[in-house]
Every structure is written in structure tokens, then in C-alpha cells.
């Protein structure tokens, strides 16, 4: 256990917690930390979700660590994965939780915006302050943003730095589910067993398909796959799991996934 990344293995669940008191925020040993944590997730076969959250009720990440930033040379080593680890990795096909539990902030925003779900507490504010530090978010972030918010709320949470609360994040179907305070941890636990509870291959193929051709026309899309680019797809169908399922099915019985 690292002393600012903690994580825990909670069956298939993978867990990990920002601890940097008093603000959650990441500097450059800290990023090196996340990644080591999600090089872990990403590599262990046994582990099919995880989730990310913060220490305490108040901040779950509000961004780069300015205090790195005022240095005269600053350490700019992010990790092989860049800010938080799971922001790069876009290889990832395993489906990662964002437990919000308090201030969403900045690059703490940007890296829950890398997250598939989202999960705030209703005191969670998120904000994009970098224009008023004279920073900018990255280019995968806008994307991001862009892609989950009408362009006109993206815009002004960019270009002002204003607030927005759990349930207006929630309203704009930017966050999957609002908790009362100090709840969120269990709603995303919740979530996680039941993707885990799902042939794990098969999400992992979902995930990959999403990232691949979610923003393709159909027959873009088509092309791609004939192409043989959903490599994740080809393996379920080559699975042992896939097997199992039918015979499950067909047996009206649970089915016991493997990975395989």
C-alpha cells in the first residue's frame, strides 16, 4: 500500500482511494502512484471493475497539486499513463467507477470525466477552475466534457469556472446516480456487483466497442468490424465463457463466469 493510493480487492471489485490530505490533490509522485494502481487493475485477470474515489467526505480530487506547479522546475512525470493513470488509459476495456464524495475539481473533474459511470454525493460540487489559474484542461478532457453536456453548459463550465451541484450534474445526466453524504462508496459498490454479476468478457467487449465505433454511423461501424478491430468481441466468442452461458441458460441456472 502506497501512502497517498490506497487500494483494496473486494472480490472481483478493485478499489482505490486518493489519500493526500487536505485537498486530495495529485502531484507528480502521486500520479506515478494512480498509475501503478491501474497498471494493477488493467493487468489482473480476477479483477473486472473498479472503482475510484476519494478519502474523507469533503474533496474527491481537486486537480494538480499547485504547489508542484510552483516550483521552479517541476517533476512532469505523470506516470506512462499521464495524470491519474486511468486518464490514459485508453487501452482500458475494464468498466471504472467514479465514487464523487466531494469537490470534483479541475483536473479532479477531468480524471472523473475518464471514469464509464459516475456516482456523486449530493454535497459533490464539480468545476473546471482553470482558467481562473491560468491552466487549461486537457484535450482528452474536452472531448469528454463535450461529449456528455450540451455545448452550451460544457462551454460555460469552461470559460468561467462556475460550480455545478451533484443533482444539476445528475439533472443533465452527466452523474448515474445522487447518494446522501457519506453514501456514495455503497451506491458504487452496488453498481459494481452487478457489472461484475455480468459474463466479464462480454462487458469488456461492450467497453471496447463504445470507445471504438460509439460515435461511428452505422456503416462505419460495420466496416470497422469486418476489419477485424473489436478484437474484444472475437474473444468472447471464442470463450469458454460464452459456452457457459448457454448451457446456463438452457440448464436455468445462475451462470458461473470465469474470464476464459
Same mark, same amino acid.
Given at each position: 500500500?502506497?501512502?497517498?493510493?490506497?487500494?483494496?480487492?473486494? %472480490?472481483?471489485i478493485f478499489e482505490v482511494t486518493l489519500d493526500n490530505p487536505k485537498a486530495n490533490a495529485i502531484g507528480a509522485a502521486v500520479s506515478r502512484e494512480m498509475n501503478d494502481a491501474f497498471i494493477r487493475f488493467r493487468d489482473d485477470p480476477e479483477?473486472? =471493475?473498479?472503482?475510484?474515489?476519494?478519502? %474523507?467526505?469533503?474533496?474527491?480530487?481537486? @486537480?494538480?497539486?499547485?504547489?508542484?506547479?510552483?516550483?521552479?522546475?517541476?517533476?512532469?512525470?505523470? %506516470?506512462?499513463?499521464?495524470? @491519474?493513470?486511468?486518464? @490514459?488509459?485508453?487501452?482500458?476495456?475494464?468498466?471504472?467507477?467514479?465514487?464523487?464524495?466531494?469537490?470534483? =475539481?479541475?483536473?479532479?473533474?477531468?480524471?472523473?470525466?475518464?471514469?464509464?459511470?459516475?456516482?456523486? /454525493?449530493?454535497?459533490?460540487?464539480?468545476?473546471?477552475?482553470?482558467?481562473?489559474?491560468?491552466?487549461?484542461?486537457?484535450?482528452?478532457?474536452?472531448?469528454?466534457?463535450?461529449?456528455?453536456?450540451?455545448?452550451?453548459? /460544457?462551454?460555460?463550465?469552461?470559460?468561467?469556472?462556475?460550480?455545478?451541484?451533484?443533482?444539476?450534474?445528475?439533472?443533465?445526466?452527466?452523474?448515474?446516480?445522487?447518494?446522501?453524504? %457519506?453514501?456514495?462508496?455503497?451506491?458504487?459498490?452496488?453498481?459494481?456487483?452487478?457489472?461484475?454479476?455480468? /459474463?466479464?468478457?462480454?462487458?469488456?467487449?461492450?467497453?471496447?466497442? =463504445?470507445?471504438?465505433?460509439?460515435?461511428?454511423?452505422?456503416?462505419?461501424?460495420?466496416?470497422?468490424?469486418?476489419?477485424?478491430?473489436?478484437?474484444?468481441?472475437?474473444?468472447?466468442?471464442?470463450?469458454?465463457?460464452?459456452?457457459?452461458?448457454?448451457?446456463?441458460?438452457?440448464?436455468?441456472?445462475?451462470? =458461473?463466469?470465469?474470464?476464459?
Amino acid at each position: 500500500m502506497s501512502e497517498h493510493v490506497h487500494t483494496h480487492v473486494n %472480490g472481483r471489485i478493485f478499489e482505490v482511494t486518493l489519500d493526500n490530505p487536505k485537498a486530495n490533490a495529485i502531484g507528480a509522485a502521486v500520479s506515478r502512484e494512480m498509475n501503478d494502481a491501474f497498471i494493477r487493475f488493467r493487468d489482473d485477470p480476477e479483477l473486472w =471493475v473498479a472503482i475510484l474515489t476519494g478519502a %474523507g467526505d469533503r474533496f474527491f480530487c481537486t @486537480g494538480w497539486d499547485l504547489n508542484d506547479g510552483a516550483e521552479d522546475e517541476p517533476d512532469k512525470d505523470f %506516470g506512462p499513463y499521464g495524470f @491519474g493513470g486511468v486518464s @490514459g488509459m485508453f487501452e482500458l476495456n475494464k468498466p471504472v467507477i467514479m465514487a464523487i464524495n466531494g469537490y470534483c =475539481v479541475a483536473g479532479g473533474f477531468e480524471l472523473a470525466l475518464s471514469g464509464d459511470l459516475m456516482v456523486a /454525493a449530493e454535497n459533490a460540487e464539480f468545476f473546471l477552475s482553470e482558467v481562473n489559474v491560468g491552466l487549461t484542461t486537457s484535450g482528452a478532457s474536452i472531448s469528454r466534457l463535450m461529449s456528455r453536456l450540451p455545448r452550451h453548459i /460544457a462551454l460555460e463550465l469552461l470559460f468561467t469556472g462556475r460550480r455545478m451541484s451533484a443533482q444539476k450534474a445528475h439533472d443533465l445526466h452527466l452523474v448515474n446516480r445522487v447518494t446522501p453524504k %457519506g453514501q456514495v462508496m455503497d451506491a458504487a459498490r452496488e453498481l459494481a456487483e452487478t457489472i461484475a454479476a455480468a /459474463a466479464p468478457l462480454s462487458v469488456q467487449a461492450e467497453k471496447q466497442m =463504445v470507445n471504438l465505433v460509439g460515435d461511428l454511423t452505422p456503416e462505419e461501424a460495420d466496416k470497422l468490424e469486418k476489419a477485424g478491430a473489436l478484437t474484444a468481441k472475437a474473444r468472447v466468442y471464442e470463450s469458454s465463457d460464452s459456452k457457459e452461458g448457454a448451457r446456463a441458460f438452457v440448464e436455468k441456472r445462475k451462470p =458461473v463466469w470465469t474470464g476464459r
